[in-house]
């Protein structure tokens, strides 16, 4: 049987990735971690696809994981507390959640997967696994050190003495308006800039998981602004606004390192903090939406 003939229902996380941005799609090892903001996709079997959600465009995302898994057209009904464009990847989210629903007997890692090629199909984007993955794998109280070309994965701790605060920059462009494609093309063609960010920045996410486990907080924070000066100047995909957020989330007492999260272009800033800075940050940046997350499990941890 390829797809349920009744009504099913499936869940999944948003995601931060720690660290190792721009490296999974070429292979790279990447730290991503799922958090406690969910996805619930409910659905059922009907003539036509379609769908029924608070945000739009979220139909060619969850009608292509259904005709990757060879179903038959589905009605679904979407309710989020991953909020679009918050960099929390709420498209990855969306993506498991039908998977979940539709397959729940799928293998984890064959799951993210198929929400990749449904990703690429649905945006003609090219994009990596890493958000599928972690959607789907990621396990509370860890982040996940994932090996891009093997799927080969490791939990590292991740304690509660850390707090994630994801920082809207309130630039939003969708993924296919980027020149995502474009950096994947220049990196993969080898040109210098762009792979000097891809080296230095695998090593440093190596170094971030050893650090993460050693609890060296200093090096994490060193780590997370050497990643974003990468990301800047190596592999430009940030913006002069997005470099004056994290610049302000630098300062602020408390903040370990700050960095653009994700593709970049605009989206989101990771800030590491200590527990106890998270009103310090609020109050540095009043104007900016601050979402302060916890570790979570993926739809496919049982
Ligand atoms: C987006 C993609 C991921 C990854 C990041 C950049 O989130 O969906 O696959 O490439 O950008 O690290």
Not at 30 to 38: D, H, I, K, S
Not at 70 to 89: C, H, I, M, N, W
Not at 149 to 176: K, M, Q
Request: glycine content about 10%; hydrophobic content about 40%; overall charge negative.
């Amino acid at each position: 049987m390829s797809s349920p003939d009744r009504a099913w229902t499936g869940q999944a996380p948003g995601r931060v990735n720690l660290i190792g941005e721009h490296v999974d799609y070429l292979g790279g090892v990447v730290l991503p971690a799922a958090v406690n903001r969910f996805t619930t996709v409910r659905g059922e079997p009907a003539n036509d696809w379609s769908i029924d959600s608070e945000v739009p465009g979220g139909l060619p995302y969850a009608r292509a994981v259904g005709e990757e898994l060879g179903a038959s057209p589905q009605a679904f009904r979407v309710t989020s507390d991953v909020p679009p464009g918050s960099g929390l990847s709420s498209s990855a989210a969306l993506l498991v959640a039908t998977a979940a629903g539709l397959r729940p007997d799928l293998d984890g890692r064959e799951a993210a997967l198929t929400c990749q090629r449904a990703e690429q199909r649905a945006t003609g984007v090219q994009v990596g696994v890493m958000d599928q993955f972690a959607a789907a794998l990621g396990r509370q109280g860890h982040a996940l050190l994932l090996d891009c070309g093997t799927l080969d994965y490791r939990l590292v701790p991740f304690h509660d003495d850390l707090v994630l605060a994801v920082i809207d920059s309130g630039i939003h462009r969708a993924l296919v308006d980027t020149p995502y494609n474009q950096r994947r093309q220049e990196a993969e063609s080898g040109m210098p800039k762009r792979r000097r960010h891809v080296e230095s920045e695998i090593e440093r996410v190596h170094a971030f998981a050893l650090a993460l486990e050693a609890g060296d907080r200093g090096a994490l924070g060193e780590l997370l602004k050497a990643s974003h000066r990468s990301l800047r100047d190596d592999f430009e995909v940030s913006t002069p606004a997005v470099d004056r957020l994290v610049e302000r989330a630098w300062s602020v007492p408390g903040c370990l390192g700050a960095r653009l999260m994700g593709a970049g272009f605009g989206g989101s800033v990771l800030a590491l903090l200590e527990a106890g800075a998270e009103d310090r940050v609020r109050r540095a940046l009043p104007e900016l939406i601050v979402r302060f997350c916890k570790t979570a499990d993926g739809a496919y941890v049982w």
